[in-house]
């Protein structure tokens, strides 16, 4: 069974206020290959979506091409 590509495990999202949120994404998959998600909402609020794509790289090693935006 083929699985379909993977999310990407970082996602920057601007909420209502104007601010830039990043949520940090795991893929796992059951044992029929379903991918289960869960996601966890970072606390930190940042001015632009450079200043969250930086937070992510630092804190959790992010690289090019893992960041998703909304």
């Known amino acids: 069974m083929s699985r379909a590509a993977p999310l990407r495990p ?3 999202a601007k909420d209502e206020e104007g601010h830039f ?3 940090v994404r795991e893929t796992r998959y059951n ?5 289960l998600v869960s996601e966890k ?5 940042f001015s632009t ?8 790289r ?3 090693g ?3 091409g893992q ?3 909304k």
Do not use: M, N, W
């Open 10 to 12: 970082f996602l920057i």
């Open 21 to 23: 949120r990043l949520t």
């Open 31 to 35: 044992s029929q290959g379903y991918p």
């Open 41 to 45: 909402l970072q606390e930190e609020v």
């Open 49 to 56: 979506a450079a200043a969250a794509k930086a937070h992510a």
């Open 58 to 60: 630092d804190h959790f």
């Open 62 to 64: 992010a690289q090019a």
């Open 67 to 69: 960041y998703a935006t």
